[in-house]
């Protein structure tokens, strides 16, 4: 079961890109890294999920280095609208159970 | 599609008391998934079900109890409540397996005074 690391807390400013680490020494071959969003007083939300170099949809892009042991969500000019915690987890995806693992995430907090 | 859908919102019970916690999806996902969240802390799963009829404990289900008798359905029993239990619970669901998207319920904040 790959184990993440990721910053506790971050702060940023209205436009500027945030990157987010996540540190993943142990992943497996057949693992994928997935990160998530959560709200206040709300679920997980998916943002963007790969398995290598660079993975980007229309909300945020994922760099993964070729050695694979960390994973950078970057997301564009972000607001204040931003503002929440993000998972970084990491699986196989022929894993049915429980080898997803919602850490403490990252909470970032976006100012004006 | 209403996604999934959890029930009810909030709700304050009393030691000893026991509930059902109801949640429904309606995108015929095979794999749902019970989660609780303590403040300022990541979710935890409570037990998982791979489809109707298969049910498997997640990383703490001690207190808990689930069921699965259709695709769509998947309660999750308190038994005996506990303060310990005062948390937030999430359902999801998923196509397949915990890797693929999961999407989650608007979660139930239980309070057990």
């Known amino acids: 079961l790959a184990k993440t690391t990721q910053p506790i807390s971050m702060d940023s400013y209205e436009g500027q890109e945030v990157n987010i680490t996540c540190s993943h020494n142990?992943?497996?071959?057949?693992?994928?890294i997935t990160w998530y969003q959560q709200f206040p007083s709300q679920g997980p939300r998916f943002i963007i999920q790969?398995?290598?170099t660079k993975v980007t949809n229309e909300v945020a892009s994922l760099f993964i280095p070729a050695d694979r042991k960390s994973s950078t969500l970057s997301l564009p000019r972000v607001s204040l609208s931003d503002t929440a915690v993000y998972y970084c987890l990491v699986g196989d995806m022929d894993n049915y159970g429980q080898n997803f693992v919602f850490g403490p995430g990252t909470r970032l907090s976006v100012l004006p | 599609n209403a996604g999934v859908t959890q029930t009810p919102k909030f709700r304050i019970l009393k030691i000893g008391q026991s509930m059902t916690l109801q949640c429904t999806q309606d995108m015929n996902h095979n794999y749902m998934y019970w989660y609780r969240q303590d403040p300022g802390m990541g979710l935890k799963l409570i037990y998982y079900?791979?489809?109707?009829?298969?049910?498997d404990k997640g990383e703490v289900p001690n207190g808990y109890n689930v069921s699965r008798s259709t695709t769509e359905d998947f309660p999750l029993r308190l038994e005996l409540a506990a303060p310990s239990q005062t948390s937030v619970y999430f359902c999801a669901s998923s196509y397949s397996g915990s890797s693929y998207e999961q999407y989650f319920g608007p979660g139930t904040r239980l309070t057990v005074t």
């Open positions: 790969g398995y290598k």
């Open positions: 079900s791979v489809g109707a009829g298969i049910t």
């Open positions: 142990n992943i497996a071959t057949n693992d994928y």
